[in-house]
């Protein structure tokens, strides 16, 4: 998995780095200036695939067809909600319901950080989920476009 | 957090005895904390419920610590009680994998398990703090064995891959040198007056005093190489006896390098209220907890029961849910009440009769990552090669933790170590992996820090938590919105459902958060029964 080496900045594990991450807003951090244990956690890459890969694969699956068990996963292969490249943005920058928001939303407490993705990010992963699995929705979003979503902080 | 503003009206164990009678010992312990009573008090377990009303009945959704400790108690109140559990094993996030279990994650990939006979991990919770008296409490009543968690071990590790050229250092040295340092830095401010004004001069003679002790300073405040500073950090040859052993003292690692290394940020992990030293984890595994519920409970628990729609009226509750092991035929299961521990991952997907304050807050939290990977080693390097005892080393590597087995300390033959435990961005990619592919990274990652795992690896097991199919995520995450905007609304009771599980506490993740909540929630549904009555 040479893709684990595309992260640099670690994802939190301590109280420290959930300090640190609410300093860092909503936009993407920094590279971290010192050799900290505890970097909040990016990724490195704007490729939607390898954001995919590394993030919602886990969920829902290499496939896109998503899981079931006590509770599912919903599919993205064939999802109509996707029609919209808004919608889809939206509820990556927003979260919604058990699934967190990566558009860099403070968490309270302690040891557990959502990654951030930015506006750059959030486009190349909407528009990578559109146009596979099947997919073949129409129109692409621009990081311009999903900046102008996100909401005030 | 807690309710403030307290008038003279009432005297505080006044409020104190109505917060008891009222909302449960869970909250009138919460309050006396919150006061600073707590502390001196010796928590001797939930104040029991007084008799149910002959016939009523609660059912229990999820056999996890929550579901099984209101079991417990409702049923000694005189309720009829039926849990129903979706997993074919009680517990839930309170589990322990040992040699020859199956997991089957959502996706449908299958492990089995191959570790040696005795040899485990906790893929969930694993250490109980001494304040914990909830978990203490019920441990003890049903003969749950506890032994020291080691949380700290200055023997163990903390390591970044960018500092030190990757060489791992000893908590020991890190902890001395930064406390050595920050000493000197204090006591040289200190002897140059900059702290005159903040400082009376009596007291500046007591701060260099405990500055020179704290830090191991030496003679001219100074934290340098020498007697002093080995006896806290360590000596490169350690005294011994006769001839041989002359020790030889070590060189402290100097300020900008230790400040530039970052690893006192792991040294600070152990500090917190939940983490402070004594902790503690049940004999064989902190599954023994739920198969302690279990066992007392016996029939109650239905399991392999998945829950598919929850109503209510003003008569009762009904529930309907698919036997998973026979057949999907739909059953309904009918009580008074309703105790709800079902996460609020997959409770936000089940059509339930609730009003919009509880489903909007159902719908407002969502769930972190994190992994665990469990690997079986042929023999006890840590012990044998390096002097590990149990605790954590920690690391910036992906798999942020390798915990030492605070168990069988000494024995020879297998070991297993929690060689990974991740959280935020490397949970979330961990997850997306195979469960072989988290165990190769977790080995790699290790040799890193323990070069012995290449030869001694056998075999080892992960759980990523987002792909649990009876939880779907590890734990709850609130937001200071979401909580300030929905918590209350979630822990109300609804009708006749309330809910309770550590995501209807302020200890997300922690089982005494679970427990509390469970507590808490019986005791308001216990006495609206008692106020309504079961008419059906």
């Known amino acids: 998995m040479t893709l684990v080496t595309r992260l640099r900045n670690r994802a939190a594990r301590a109280a420290m780095a959930a300090v640190l991450a609410l300093a860092a807003g909503s936009a993407r951090p920094d590279s971290t200036t010192t050799v900290g244990m505890f970097g909040a956690g990016h990724l490195e890459s704007t490729s939607g695939e390898v954001i995919y890969q590394q993030i919602c694969r886990g969920c829902h699956m290499p496939d896109g067809r998503g899981a079931s068990g006590a509770g599912h996963y919903p599919a993205l292969a064939g999802d109509r909600a996707l029609r919209s490249a808004q919608f889809t943005a939206l509820t990556l920058i927003e979260g919604r319901r058990n699934m967190p928001a990566f558009g860099g939303k403070s968490q309270e407490g302690f040891a557990y950080i959502v990654p951030t993705l930015d506006d750059e990010q959030i486009a190349a992963v909407t528009n990578y989920v559109r146009t596979h699995f099947d997919n073949h929705f129409k129109g692409t979003i621009s990081a311009a476009e999903v900046k102008a979503l996100r909401r005030p902080h | ?536």
């Open chain 2, 1 to 536: 957090m807690r309710e403030g503003g307290i008038g003279g009206a009432v005297t505080r164990r006044q409020l104190l005895a109505m917060i008891g009678t009222c909302a449960g010992s869970a909250a009138m312990y919460q309050a006396m904390s919150s006061l600073g009573f707590a502390a001196q008090s010796s928590f001797k377990g939930p104040t029991p419920l007084s008799p149910a009303r002959p016939g009523a009945s609660v059912l229990i959704l999820g056999a996890g610590i929550a579901g099984m400790v209101a079991a417990y108690e409702l049923r000694k109140a005189g309720y009829r009680v039926q849990v129903l559990e979706y997993n074919a094993r009680a517990g839930g996030r309170n589990w322990t994998l040992r040699g020859g279990d199956r997991y089957v994650e959502l996706g449908g990939l299958a492990q089995e398990c191959r570790f040696d006979p005795g040899l485990y991990i906790n893929p969930g919770p694993w250490r109980l703090s001494h304040h914990h008296r909830g978990m203490l409490h019920y441990c003890k009543l049903l003969g749950v064995a506890l032994e020291p968690f080691i949380q700290t071990n200055y023997q163990a590790y903390l390591h970044n891959s960018r500092a030190f050229g990757g060489v791992p250092q000893r908590y020991r040295t890190v902890r001395a040198d930064y406390q050595g340092h920050v000493a000197e830095l204090l006591a040289k401010a200190t002897r140059a007056k900059a702290l005159d004004d903040a400082v009376s001069a009596e007291d500046q003679e007591r701060l260099l005093e405990s500055l020179q002790e704290w830090g191991a300073l030496d003679g001219s405040y100074r934290y340098v190489k020498g007697l002093t500073s080995s006896e806290v950090r360590g000596y490169d040859v350690s005294p011994g006896g006769g001839l041989s052993a002359r020790p030889v003292y070590s060189e402290p690692v100097q300020l900008p390098e230790l400040l530039g290394s970052g690893l006192w940020q792991g040294m600070l992990l152990a500090e917190n209220y939940d983490m402070q030293t004594t902790m503690f984890q049940p004999v064989g595994g902190m599954g023994m907890v739920g198969q302690a519920f279990a066992r007392e409970l016996g029939s109650l628990i239905r399991y392999n029961a998945k829950v598919i729609d929850i109503a209510q009226d003003e008569r009762g509750v009904s529930v309907t849910f698919e036997d998973t092991s026979q057949s999907t035929s739909r059953q309904t299961a009918h009580a008074d009440w309703c105790v709800c521990t079902i996460p609020l991952s997959i409770l936000g997907q089940i059509p339930m009769k609730v009003g919009a304050p509880l489903a909007d807050a159902i719908a407002a939290v969502p769930y972190a990552a994190s992994v665990k990977v469990g690997l079986q080693f042929k023999r006890r390097f840590w012990e044998e090669d390096e002097q590990i005892y149990g605790g954590i080393t920690y690391t910036d590597l992906p798999i942020s933790n390798i915990s030492y087995p605070n168990y069988g300390l000494f024995s020879s033959g297998k070991g297993v170590l929690l060689g990974g435990y991740l959280f935020g961005l490397d949970a979330a990619e961990f997850t997306a992996m195979s469960p072989q592919e988290r165990v190769a990274k977790a080995v790699e990652y290790g040799s890193r820090i323990h070069p012995q795992y290449t030869a001694e690896f056998e075999n080892g097991i992960s759980v990523a938590w987002h792909r649990s199919p009876f939880t779907l995520g590890c734990f709850g995450m609130w937001t200071e919105e979401a909580r300030a905007k929905h918590y209350d609304n979630l822990c109300a009771i609804d009708g006749r459902i309330v809910l309770a599980g550590e995501h209807a506490s302020y200890m997300p993740a922690w089982q005494e958060g679970a427990l509390t909540s469970s507590l808490d929630a019986i005791g308001r549904l216990h006495r609206r029964a008692l106020e309504q009555g079961a008419s059906s």
